[in-house]
T-cell receptor, first 115, second 114 residues
Framework: AQKVTQAQTEISVVEKEDVTLDCVYE???????LFWYKQPPSGELVFLIR??????QNEISGRYSWNFQKSTSSFNFTITASQVVDSAVYFC????????????FGTGTRLTVIP | DAGVTQSPTHLIKTRGQQVTLRCSPI?????VSWYQQVLGQGPQFIFQ???????GRGNFPDRFSARQFPNYSSELNVNALLLGDSALYLC?????????????FGPGTRLTVT
């Protein structure tokens, strides 16, 4: 069975601080994909990153970075020098097997960046 | 290019009524998925359709049904509404991209059941 756990329900940081959002997943598949989505108050899910299970290379995109560790089944997301516009709910998600289209989402972490 | 569109934006229904939600995918996308997001939770998969055929179904009762039309737009129907059906309903259109479906989400329809 698949499961995504985001233990942090809410995080508040002061602007310019770094913040890491944790994600732990469970799956029996050897081929799977991991995602992070941002959901601002408008409600639309904004895609941030996709990672496949064969690529453990960490990725950096501007102020965003992701740390994928299969050994601990974790896919953590770090925002460097946070900004007020980063305030949103962030979801980690898992998709099993090539061609499968359904995403299993965690319960989300609400990030509030205080100016 | 236009993104995924959903209608209506908001909807208020009474228990026991039926509702139809609509989704238009991005041009060229042949797959549509539906998700339910209850307040404070992550989205939950309801259905996937590809080329008008159901390809996947989540753990939802038979009160939930969907279909996809020849132009790849989709409708989600929910019968005999319950208070617990109040949620944001998200549609995602998908493009097959190098071995994976890349999903693009619409703004959602917020359904309130009173």
């Amino acid at each position: 069975a698949q499961k995504v756990t985001q233990a942090q329900t809410e995080i508040s940081v002061v602007e310019k601080e770094d913040v890491t959002l944790d994600c732990v997943y469970e799956t029996r598949d050897t081929t799977y994909y991991l995602f992070w989505y941002k959901q601002p108050p408008s409600g639309e899910l904004v895609f941030l990153i996709r990672r496949n299970s064969f690529d453990e290379q960490n990725e950096i995109s501007g102020r965003y970075s992701w740390n994928f560790q299969k050994s601990t089944s974790s896919f953590n997301f770090t925002i460097t020098a946070s900004q007020v516009v980063d305030s949103a709910v962030y979801f980690c998600a898992l998709s099993e097997a090539l061609g499968a289209n359904n995403l299993f989402f965690g319960t989300g972490t609400r990030l509030t960046v205080i100016p | 290019d236009a993104g995924v569109t959903q209608s209506p934006t908001h909807l208020i229904k009474t228990r026991g009524q039926q509702v139809t939600l609509r989704c238009s995918p991005i041009s060229g996308h042949k797959s549509v998925s539906w998700y339910q997001q209850v307040l404070g939770q992550g989205p939950q998969f309801i259905f996937q359709y590809y080329e008008k055929e159901e390809r996947g179904r989540g753990n939802f009762p038979d009160r939930f049904s969907a279909r996809q039309f020849p132009n790849y737009s989709s409708e989600l129907n929910v019968n005999a509404l319950l208070l617990g059906d109040s949620a944001l309903y998200l549609c995602a259109s998908s493009l097959w991209l190098a071995g994976f479906y890349e999903q693009y989400f619409g703004p959602g329809t917020r359904l309130t059941v009173t």
